[in-house]
């Protein structure tokens, strides 16, 4: 029966395929098609994990020993229990299908087939089974863990299963999950949670792949492989499609396809206004990966290399100088001369470096350590960072951004640090180039203390995404207050446009990196405010310059103002 489930768009475009369920815990496990000829390795894998859990459950069973099994009757009965279930036909068979029937790769036939029964846990009346979910769910992790540490016999197959698209349906998956699935088999996926801003959607507009984000039970309500429809434009999930309903998306999907062909006529052509202003289009990456996307959309720079996502999901092995160094140079090689803009790391809040939160941030952690706030509390980390930023700086134009600055002492304490760095690449004698310095407006009292920061900076770089958080007191992670998070709030555009205003009487750069440069529903009223770099997504780039191409900066000025002075903006957006 059809069904529509309702969240908010985040990523452009339309999925059609079958649900893939997905627990967050098990988000970082791999998934992708296996070749035919792989079928046996894989299974063969399973087994070995499987045997492997057996014998880990057994030896344990052996060192407690009679006594102590008498002792600990409920232990010994979980470990029968665990046992038990790694025995179970349900589990090894409906593995084995998802292998031979799909060439899921092992890892991903086994978090399938456990999303399977730990449903059918879920349904059942009696709870102490009920409760046997939790087990499944370690029996599983332990496969997991051992399959991580064998190495993986089989590779990727180039073409996916013959069953058509995937989907992915989560309750929650953290930016470090995300990553993980940047180069998967998933053409759409959907989460309960998150805001329009969360770093889970910015990620997925990085993919370019359409998405829904709080989409409140659509992990509880979709089934395992049941067909879905996923619209990205209007944030809505069509659950088992009928026929017809079927067909017009397909038709809009075809739609979406012949505009986005069209839009790379304009690759080379120059942002110019109508009028003759010429405006900068900046690329937001995540990885050294991403420069190739920022290239093909036509970007004239990288406006924001979010370099913590270098350091997620990686446990304790966090990146050291030499391979920040070769993260951040490939970036710069890549880009061919054009500029670069590096970020130091802004982890914490919704960015754990472990995809779990920090020990004690928990309270209240887009208010706690993370940014500048975590660098300057972690110096080694912060200057070993620099030193490897200050040396890509030796192959091409980097600027140097720290995000979440605040106070005076901060900027005092940054500053002495880029120093501190430079001198010790002097003293190693390793070669380091110049930069540009770099601060990000992202807190009211930042945006309100401009000429603070334009006396130590050489150009500022607007986060709308936090000075819209910041000042509405709207978290942006968070889907219940997601109708609040308001770009359009006089006391954001106030903001916004006062921080513009004061960089450019003092001829210093300013741009906007946060969402918002993305937002084609908020160019004109940018360029109106007088903005002449914008930095975004490079799947954005091409419709922001459309919409440039069609604009007349001075005219929009006097519109801008009025829209600035408005006790509702919204209302005069469509003017
Ligand atoms: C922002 O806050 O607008 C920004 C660009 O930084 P991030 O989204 O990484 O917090
Ligand atoms: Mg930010």
Not at 229 to 245: E, L, R
Not at 292 to 313: D, I, K
Not at 532 to 547: A, E, G, N, Y
């Amino acid at each position: 029966m059809t069904f529509v489930v309702h969240g908010l768009p985040v990523s452009r475009g339309i999925a059609i395929g079958r649900a893939v369920i997905v627990a967050s815990s098990r988000a970082n496990v791999a998934h992708y098609f296996i070749a035919p000829d792989q079928v046996r390795s894989e299974i063969d894998r399973l087994r070995l994990a499987r045997d492997g859990v057996v014998m880990e459950i057994e030896a344990l069973q052996q060192s407690l020993g009679d006594e102590a099994q008498d002792a600990h009757p409920e232990l010994s009965a979980l470990l029968d229990v665990h046992l038990m279930l790694l025995q179970d036909e349900q589990l090894s068979h409906g593995v084995r299908q998802w292998v031979v029937d799909r060439h899921y790769n092992a890892e991903w036939a086994l978090s399938a087939q456990y999303e399977v029964i730990a449903r059918q846990f879920d349904e059942m009346e009696d709870p102490y089974l009920r409760e046997r979910k939790a087990d499944l769910e370690q029996v599983v992790e332990r496969m997991l863990r051992i399959m991580r540490g064998q190495a993986t016999l089989a590779a990727p197959a180039q073409t996916p299963g013959n069953e058509g698209p995937l989907v992915l349906i989560a309750h929650d998956l953290s930016p470090a999950d995300m990553l993980q699935f940047k180069n998967s088999v998933f053409a759409g996926f959907v989460t309960d949670v998150g805001g329009k801003t969360s770093h889970t959607a910015i990620v997925a507009r990085s993919m370019d792949i359409p998405a829904v984000v709080g989409a409140r039970s659509a992990s509880h309500l979709v089934v395992q492989d049941d067909w879905v429809v996923i619209d990205g434009d209007a944030g809505v999930v069509i659950v088992d499609p009928s026929a017809s309903v079927l067909a017009e998306y397909s038709a809009k999907q075809k739609r979406g396809e012949v505009e986005r062909e069209r839009l790379l006529r304009l690759k080379s052509t120059p942002a110019v206004t109508l009028d003759g202003h010429r405006i900068e289009l900046l690329a937001n990456i995540e990885q050294p990966g991403d420069v190739q996307a920022a290239l093909r959309a036509g970007a004239v720079g990288v406006g924001l290399f979010r370099t913590e996502f270098l350091f997620m999901g990686r446990g304790a092995q966090m990146p050291d100088e030499e391979e920040q160094y070769h993260a951040y140079r490939e970036v710069v090689e890549g880009m061919q001369g054009l500029p670069v803009t590096i970020r130091t790391i802004d982890v914490g809040a919704d960015k754990p470096l472990d995809g779990h939160g920090r020990e004690g941030s928990h309270l209240n952690p887009a208010l706690g350590l993370r940014a500048i706030r975590w660098s300057l509390a972690e110096p080694a980390m912060f200057l070993l960072q620099l030193r490897a930023v200050l040396r890509a700086a030796a192959h091409g134009s980097v600027h140097l951004l720290i995000p979440m600055l605040a106070h005076a002492s901060e900027i005092r304490q940054t500053l002495a640090m880029v120093r501190r760095a430079r001198e010790q690449l002097d003293a190693q004698g390793k070669v380091h180039g110049p930069v540009k310095l770099g601060a990000m407006i992202e807190i009211p009292a930042a945006a309100l203390t401009v000429p603070l920061f334009l006396q130590h900076f050489d150009f500022l770089s607007i986060g709308t995404n936090d000075l819209i958080q910041y000042t509405l007191a709207i978290d942006r992670a968070d889907e219940t207050v997601a109708h609040l998070y308001d770009p359009l709030h006089p006391a954001v555009l106030q903001l916004v446009s006062q921080t513009i205003a004061q960089c450019q009487a003092q001829g210093k750069g300013v741009s906007v990196c946060g969402e918002m440069a993305g937002d084609v529903g908020m160019t004109r009223l940018l360029l109106g405010l007088g903005l002449r770099s914008f930095s975004m997504h490079p799947s954005q780039i091409l419709q922001v310059k459309q919409q440039i191409l069609r604009c007349d900066a001075g005219k929009l000025g006097a519109w801008a103002h009025s829209v600035l002075q408005a006790e509702d903006p919204a209302a005069l957006m469509a003017d």
